[in-house]
């Protein structure tokens, strides 16, 4: 159950994009259809703003979108703006019938 | 609304046992599958534990497999975790999460309780 791979820090300008990536394996992202990525504020729990690799979860910006292309999945966020600030995980479901979660990236809106 | 409360965190001595509550409310309690996730102090997020709907089902992560058992009430609207052999390194919040879909996304996240172990 090794944790996916994500960048420990991206920043960007307000109005800017910015992109997370999520680096995985054939046994989990590259495999299936089950990725979803969370946001967590300070002091606060985790939100769920995207499942199913590119579906936003109700009441979620559509300034916020995911992808994927093979074995690494993506989270844009357009339009960035100082409310994103914020520490964004992504998790996926695994061949072992387990998820796992990357070690998160810290958004930094400059 | 839905609402997901924890409670049961501690401090314990390594080797020690606790248990953790969630009182969940707002939703059909007995359609979901649920899910325990743990977070270090200054760290990431882990998956530790899913229970199905029915509690027939249990899913462990391995770092807690054999020490941890994951359990629910349906008649109660409460999932717990018992946790037993405690070690140092399982000192984190832990959340209590409802899935949106069994083992793939979780929609709705309790406020956590804070499992200190320490000597």
């Known amino acids: 159950q090794s944790a996916l791979t994500q960048p420990a820090s991206v920043s960007g300008s307000p109005g800017q994009s910015i992109t997370i990536s999520c680096a995985g394996t054939?046994?989990?992202?590259?495999?299936?259809?089950?990725v979803s990525w969370y946001q967590q504020q300070p002091s606060r729990p985790p939100k769920l703003i995207i499942y199913?690799?590119?579906n936003r979860s109700s009441g979620v910006s559509s300034r916020f979108s995911g992808s994927r292309s093979g074995n690494t999945a993506s989270l844009t966020i357009s339009g960035l703006q100082a409310e994103d600030e914020a520490d964004y995980y992504c998790s996926s479901y695994t061949s072992n019938t387990t998820r796992v979660f990357g070690g998160g990236t810290k958004v930094t809106v400059l | 609304e839905v609402q997901l409360l924890e409670s049961g965190g501690d401090l314990v001595q390594p080797g020690g046992s606790l248990r953790l509550s969630c009182a969940a409310s707002g939703f059909t309690f007995n359609n979901y599958a649920m899910s325990w996730v743990r977070q270090s102090p200054r760290k990431g997020l882990e998956w530790v534990s899913t229970?199905?709907?029915?509690?027939?089902?249990?899913y462990y992560a391995d770092s807690v497999k054999g020490r941890f058992t994951i359990s629910r009430d349906n008649s109660k609207n409460t999932l717990y975790l018992q946790m037993n052999s405690l070690r140092a390194e399982d000192t984190a919040e832990y959340y209590c999460?409802?899935?949106?879909?069994?083992?793939?996304?979780?929609?709705?996240w309790g406020q956590g309780t804070l499992v200190s172990v320490s000597s």
């Open positions: 199913e690799v590119s």
């Open positions: 229970i199905s709907a029915g509690g027939r089902n249990t």
């Open positions: 999460a409802k899935d949106r879909r069994w083992l793939k996304e979780m929609d709705h």
């Open positions: 054939s046994s989990d992202i590259g495999f299936y259809n089950f």
